[in-house]
Structure formats: structure tokens, C-alpha cells
Nanobody
Framework: QVQLVESGGGLVQAGESLRLSCAAS????????MGWYRQAPGKQRELVAL???????NYADSVKGRFTISKDNAKNTVYLQMNSLKPEDTAVYYC????????????WGQGTQVTVSS
């Protein structure tokens, strides 16, 4: 089992920045990637950014150049630095951790609200 605890959401104005954190605990050695998804009201959950154990990253086109995902392996923590925030970034952001292979599985955090006012 893996537990994910997020922090760092809040209310900001357009153009400002926020940093989200996600701390993983439990059997973290089984994971091969961690990242962030988001879900806005009335919309499907979508990928924001992922980072693999090999440090390769993947970003949604809508956040490229504005968001940066990083990790601290010693702390089992993933960060999402969000700059130049836009009202359309408003959503609940969920931390995600992926288990590969035959036991393929996604773990999810409880979600943290990010609201960007115009």
C-alpha cells in the first residue's frame, strides 16, 4: 500500500505562483512514476505532469513552460511548481503514483483545491 498526502493548494490571482507537494509513504519502492492530475467542475480528470524513476517528465500541452514537476527521492516527495497561473488552471489537483507491470495500479491523494481568480 502507498499513501499520498498533498499540500499547497489555495487561492491566487492570475499571474501568480503556487507550489504543490505530495509526500508518499508506505511501499514506495513499487512505484515507477508519480505526478499530478487535475479535475475542473464538469470536466474529466486530466494529466498535468508526471515524473518517472528515470527522471523523465511528461507535461500536458496546456501547462508546458509554466509548470515544473520535480522530486526529492530522499523525502519520497513530488513537487509541482506552478507559475503564471491562469483562471483555467482552477481545479482540484490530485497526486498520483503508478505501480507498473502485472500489478498495475494507480494510487491517488485526497486532492487539493487550486483557485485562480482573474
Amino acid at each position: 500500500q502507498v499513501q499520498l498526502v498533498e499540500s499547497g493548494g489555495g487561492l491566487v490571482q492570475a499571474g501568480e505562483s503556487l507550489r504543490l507537494s505530495c509526500a508518499a509513504s508506505g511501499s514506495t519502492f513499487i512505484l515507477n512514476a508519480m505526478g499530478w492530475y487535475r479535475q475542473a467542475p464538469g470536466k474529466q480528470r486530466e494529466l498535468v505532469a508526471l515524473i518517472g524513476n528515470d527522471d523523465k517528465t511528461n507535461y500536458a500541452d496546456s501547462v508546458k513552460g509554466r509548470f515544473t514537476i520535480s522530486k526529492d527521492n530522499a523525502k519520497n516527495t513530488v513537487y509541482l511548481q506552478m507559475n503564471s497561473l491562469k483562471p483555467e488552471d482552477t481545479a482540484v489537483y490530485y497526486c498520483n503514483a503508478k505501480v507498473p507491470g502485472p500489478l498495475r495500479h494507480d494510487y491517488w491523494g485526497q486532492g487539493t483545491q487550486v483557485t485562480v481568480s482573474s
